[in-house]
Antibody
Framework: QVQLQESGPGLVKPSQTLSLTCSVS?????????????WNWIRQHPEKGLEWIGY???????FSNPSLKSRLTISVDTSKNQFSLKLNSVTAADTAVYFC????????????WGQGILVTVSS | DIQLTQSPSSLSASVGDRVTITCRAR??????LSWYQQKPGKAPKLLIY???SLQSGVPSRFSGSGSGTDFTLSISSLQPEDFATYYC?????????FGQGTKVEVK
């Protein structure tokens, strides 16, 4: 059973860089018999809805939400079965629960999610 | 971006009720539409993919329908564990987008 787990600092100062890692266990971050997966970051502001941040393939190809693209870097480390998020120049508006999630090629749905990590931007 | 609008934003219902939630896309998403259930403090859980396919392990009281721009999620007989917030999500064209959510509360 595939499991995803987010890790990183829970508190980031304004103007600094938010860095998170998603560790994947129980399956490979690279392709398998089911196909090639999209590895995603999604966030949820307090008491709000869900906002998709971006995805990365195991090959390193990425696609980011245009609203965040200028501040965003998503990378993958297949040797560690991990992918990462870096969001720079953060403000209080970036305070949210950050989820990592796997999207499968069947109908491009998010079938596995991490538990989420709350990141607060505050001095 | 493809905007998704859910209605209602919230509803009150009783155990045993039939519940229907709608999701309307501003432009076609074909059948690249999924539904998720989220409980407080938890990650969303996939219920329905490809507009009408039931995810493995999800009770059959959940069903989805629609294509193009109009979709529905139905719960045939609401159970106590179904009180939660429900989101639709499109993956027809990136950036992937979510509806604003529908909170199903106890009447």
């Amino acid at each position: 059973q595939v499991q995803l787990q987010e890790s990183g600092p829970g508190l980031v100062k304004p103007s600094q860089t938010l860095s998170l890692t998603c560790s994947v266990s129980g399956g490979s971050i690279s392709s398998d018999s089911s196909g090639v997966y999209y590895w995603n970051w999604i966030r949820q502001h307090p008491e709000k809805g869900l906002e998709w941040i971006g995805y990365i393939y195991y090959s390193g190809d990425t696609f980011s939400n245009p609203s965040l693209k200028s501040r965003l870097t998503i990378s993958v480390d297949t040797s560690k079965n991990q992918f990462s998020l870096k969001l720079n120049s953060v403000t209080a508006a970036d305070t949210a629960v950050y989820f990592c999630a796997r999207m499968i090629p069947r109908a491009r749905e998010f079938d596995h999610w991490g538990q989420g990590i709350l990141v607060t931007v505050s001095s | 971006d493809i905007q998704l609008t859910q209605s209602p934003s919230s509803l009150s219902a009783s155990v045993g009720d039939r519940v229907t939630i709608t999701c309307r896309a501003r432009q076609t998403v074909s059948t690249y539409l999924s539904w998720y259930q989220q409980k407080p403090g938890k990650a969303p859980k996939l219920l329905i993919y490809a507009a009408s396919s039931l995810q493995s392990g999800v009770p059959s009281r959940f069903s989805g329908s629609g294509s193009g721009t109009d979709f529905t999620l139905s719960i045939s007989s609401l159970q106590p564990e179904d009180f939660a917030t429900y989101y639709c999500q499109q993956s027809y064209s990136p950036p992937w987008t979510f509806g604003q959510g529908t909170k199903v509360e106890v009447k």
